[in-house]
Nanobody
Framework: QLQASGGGLVQAGGSLRLSCAASGRTFSHCAWFRQAPGKEREFVTFIIRTTGSAYYADSVKGRFTISRDNAKNTVYLQMDNLKPEDTAVYYC??????????????????WGQGTQVTVSS
């Protein structure tokens, strides 16, 4: 029900935009997580569908921007000034309703398939 796309290879300082298209239902909260080889899946950002309020991990604040197009049921992640340490598989995630667990993968029920982002130095 979640289809992520837009990953690729980019040089440090470059930009990429990821997309996450939802089908079948409308989610209240959508997020991006990432997982680098040998590391745990980590929170990147989430957005509240109704208000557009967004929250970011400190490591990406000021460089990444999450947005949504409710008409297309799609969430975007604009990634600017990319760094080699941003290299990971990026996953979109979504949930219905409120939780106190927005920053953990356990707070999300639905997951996309992941898209690889590689930043070369």
């Amino acid at each position: 029900q979640l289809q992520a796309s837009g990953g690729g290879l980019v040089q440090a300082g470059g930009s990429l935009r990821l997309s996450c298209a939802a089908s079948g239902r409308t989610f209240s909260h959508c997020a991006w997580f990432r997982q680098a080889p040998g590391k745990e899946r980590e929170f990147v950002t989430f957005i509240i569908r109704t208000t557009g309020s967004a929250y970011y991990a400190d490591s990406v604040k000021g460089r990444f921007t999450i947005s949504r197009d409710n008409a297309k049921n799609t969430v975007y992640l604009q990634m600017d000034n990319l760094k080699p340490e941003d290299t990971a598989v990026y996953y979109c995630a979504a949930r219905l309703g409120y939780t106190s667990n927005y920053y953990s993968p356990n707070g999300y029920t639905y997951w996309g398939q992941g898209t690889q982002v590689t930043v070369s130095s």
